[in-house]
């Protein structure tokens, strides 16, 4: 089983990426896919997930109207569209899946991504 993230890169402030979360050896479909990230110094933070039973996202306060997830089963993948990107925004995202529609923390998820770096100039 393995999660691959990516999308990552170098943009200014108010510009935009796509990170991707591709998975082999399970179907994204069937999990609760989940986007966290990590600052340098700081805690890893839930910034999205999206529930694999009814559909339903979840986003941080800190990325709301500017984050958008999205799943692709046919290509395995769930994205991540940043949009209005800030410095603060800057941190290794990773993509994470959990079995669980209920999911709290990210204990909760047993199977992780690699992560991708963002970095945000200002």
């Known amino acids: 089983v393995q999660l691959q993230a990516s999308g990552g890169g170098l943009v200014q402030a108010g510009g935009s990426l796509r990170l991707s979360c591709v998975a082999s050896g ?15 110094g700081k805690e890893r933070e839930g910034v999205s997930c999206t529930s ?17 997830i999205s799943r692709d ?25 959990a079995l669980s529609e209920v999911v709290k923390t990210p204990s909760d998820f047993g199977y992780w991504g690699q992560g991708t770096l963002v970095t945000v100039s200002s």
């Open 52 to 68: 694999h039973v009814d559909g339903m996202t979840y986003y941080a306060d800190s990325v709301k109207g500017r984050f958008t």
């Open 26 to 40: 399970l179907s994204l479909d069937s999990y609760t896919i989940g986007w966290f990230r990590q600052a340098p």
């Open 73 to 97: 089963n046919g290509k395995n993948t769930v994205y991540l569209q940043m949009n209005s990107l800030k410095p603060d925004d800057t941190a290794v995202y990773y993509c994470a899946a």
